[in-house]
């Protein structure tokens, strides 16, 4: 079991031969895995592994067709509104609305959560200071940069505090710098909430800098679990990276880019639409 300053984590995400089919395509086949509490999980893997389709069902967008799933206490079936209340997500695809102000698609996010009203404003403004995004709230959002816009839309994710908070792709068409200060408020995040984060990402250096564990998806299959050095060990290549290990377990290759709102909101998109 994992431990955090000494103190054992207990599974806040537990997954168990979990399947999902689209008639005769196996998109999920028998996955099991479990994710601690304020831990950092990856979860990698070429496209079309699988990777969406999962995080779609634990978002409880989708339903299985076998298996089960526990998030916060919460099956994923029996209890799907709970799971939501406890959860937070920020998907590929632009999630704010670039005709609107930062501050105003915080106060439609608190109303979409349900935050209390007479807290909303408090919230919205305790988490634009944390992010330090206060000195745009009035400022069209259509204008941020693409790292602006990945801190916003974690903002919102994080308004109804969940102790979940999925990121599918949270650093795309993002340059190094933009990436590198999202993950310091993520970590941040993570350390004054005690928030666990399950992410995607096709940046290996990006899963190796913070995650706690890794896993690794192929071909709708649980091809691996682990730490780092642990994934690394399993190739027997002397001085492994983590690139070589994606390699060793999919045959899979990685790429990046840059973008800037248009090209983001337009790559997600397609991202999506490919799974």
């Not at 919460?74 to 102000?101: C, H, W």
């Not at 330090?132 to 801190?151: A, C, D, H, P």
């Not at 928030?195 to 990006?206: C, L, R």
Request: no cysteine; hydrophobic share 40%.
């Amino acid at each position: 079991m994992l431990t955090k300053n000494g103190v054992k984590l207990n599974s806040i995400i537990k997954v168990e031969n979990l399947t999902k089919k689209f008639g005769d395509f196996v998109a999920l086949d028998s996955v099991s895995f479990d994710v601690k509490k304020g831990e950092i999980f990856a979860f990698l893997g070429p496209n079309g592994a699988g990777k969406s389709t999962m995080i779609k069902i634990l978002i409880t967008l989708l339903s299985s067709t076998d298996g089960s799933g526990i998030i916060n206490g919460f099956s994923l079936i029996e209890n799907p509104a709970q799971v939501r209340k406890s959860i937070g997500y920020v998907p590929q695809m632009i999630s704010v609305d670039g005709a609107l102000t930062a501050y105003e698609n915080m106060m439609l996010m608190a109303s979409l959560y349900d935050v209390p009203r007479k807290e909303r404003q408090k919230r919205i403004r305790e988490i634009l200071v944390f992010l330090k995004l206060e000195k745009f709230e009035k400022t069209l959002v259509k204008n941020f940069s693409g790292g602006m816009i990945r801190k916003l839309e974690i903002g919102q994710a994080m308004l109804h505090h969940p102790p979940v908070l999925f990121l599918d792709e949270p650093t795309t068409g993002l340059d190094p710098i933009g990436r590198q200060d999202v993950w310091e408020h993520l970590l941040e995040l993570r350390d004054k909430f005690n928030t666990t984060i399950f992410f995607t990402t096709h940046y290996m250096e990006e899963a190796e800098d913070v995650s706690d564990r890794i896993a690794i998806m192929n071909q709708g299959k649980l091809a691996v679990i682990g730490t780092v050095s642990e994934l690394k060990k399993k190739t027997k290549k002397a001085n492994a990276t983590l690139d070589d290990a994606f390699i060793f377990f999919t045959g899979g290759e990685l790429s990046e880019d840059r973008s800037n709102f248009r090209d983001i909101k337009r790559g997600r998109a397609m991202e999506r639409k490919l799974g």
